[in-house]
């Protein structure tokens, strides 16, 4: 690829990125269905008619937003990985990076709905509208699940977490109590969240399974 060819690719996804930036906001002040593209455009300094430039509609641009998003978490589990830092240091720093976000995006999410209800219709009007977009989403939360699951895999390998479940039900449960922090929040109407205290707390819950140590002296049920 050319100069020219990278230099418009880049300022191409800059202005992305722009637009994603101002559908995070407004959805996030106005509803998803308050939320119209106009107003998007307003926020993101472009045309309404320039936003189809960049996504066809509204539900493709939520669903690149949640995959920018997504890739963003790979991207630091994969940061936090390549330290080789001792377990107990990674397993902080995912705990962090996860509570992080769900405090970041909690209110976007609250503002598609109940997810009991009306914001699981929502999705799933997306997921018929954009099928390969949806798709895309599921990997990548595959993705992340897998490299939880990997990381699980190798501390048991080498002695460092000490459980006998499976690696894949123990990231499970572990990404379970991360996702009950975050209906947690949900019902406190955007209450702030201590969120180093709440990785405290799950640390502390699963340190009898965890250790720097090769060799394991206690551990918790199992």
Known sequence: MDLKSRRIRKVHSMKRDLIMDAALKVITRDGYQGAKLEDIAREAGFSKASLYHYFPDREALVLKLIIREQNRIIDTCKEILLKNEPVTVVLKDFLNLFLEKIAEKVRFFRAF??????????????????????????????????????????????????????????????????????????????????????????????????????????????
Not at 118 to 141: I, P, R
């Open 113 to 222: 709905g109940d997810f009991s209800g009306s914001g699981l219709l929502q999705f799933a009007d997306m997921a018929q509208k954009h099928k390969d977009l949806f798709s895309e989403v599921e990997a990548k939360k595959d993705e992340i699940q897998t490299m939880m699951i990997d990381f699980v895999r190798d501390s048991q390998n080498q002695g460092q977490i000490d459980s006998t479940l499976d690696p894949k039900t123990f990231s499970v449960y572990m990404l379970s109590m991360i996702h009950g922090i975050l209906f947690e929040n949900w019902q406190t109407e955007g209450e702030q969240v201590d969120l180093e205290s709440e990785a405290e707390k799950l640390f502390k819950f699963l340190s009898p399974w965890v250790t720097d140590k090769n060799s394991i002296e206690t551990g918790g049920v199992k």
